[in-house]
């Protein structure tokens, strides 16, 4: 898959997404499967690279903000990488919404979506084709294929690499 073609799945499933928003519900005030009791979300580089460059793009405020409220989150839910651990995500708003706009979501978060009004689920045909082209823009960016909860790949890329670097994912 090219870098454009890339691009294009992941704006395909983005569109994707949003048509499931406005034909099947709402995410707004749910925010479940971003909770402890469902989240379990693991992450490459380059997507940690791609929220940091988007913290970065906020202003010193924000990235100071994030360097306290990512380590929180952490030591909290004893984050690390190996085996998947349950977590609230940091991004998750006191309104229970997205922080995040969705240029910049991990892929696993742009497929898992209402497939009925009361059901949610990983879509994993959209997944495997998007995750693909991430997973290579990851080796082809010369990062490792290594797997983290958001943010600790976050902290990570936003204590290693240079702006000039991140948002290529
Ligand atoms: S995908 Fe489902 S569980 Fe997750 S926020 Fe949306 S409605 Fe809630
Ligand atoms: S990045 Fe957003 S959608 Fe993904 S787990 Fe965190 S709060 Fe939920």
Known sequence: MTRQRA???RAELIQHMKAVQRSIRDCAGCGLCCTGAKNAVQILPLEGQRIAAWIERQGSPAVHAWRQRLPRAVRRFHLGRGAACA???PFLTPEFRCTLPASVKP??????????RERCELEHAWYRRVFAGV???NAAAG???RLAPIPVAVLEALNSKPASRRGRG
Request: aromatic fraction near 10%; proline fraction near 9%.
């Open 7 to 9: 691009r294009d799945a």
């Open 87 to 89: 977590y609230t995500c």
């Open 107 to 116: 892929v696993v978060c742009l497929s898992f979506n209402p497939v009925e």
């Open 135 to 137: 997973t290579r823009r």
């Open 143 to 145: 990062l490792p294929e």
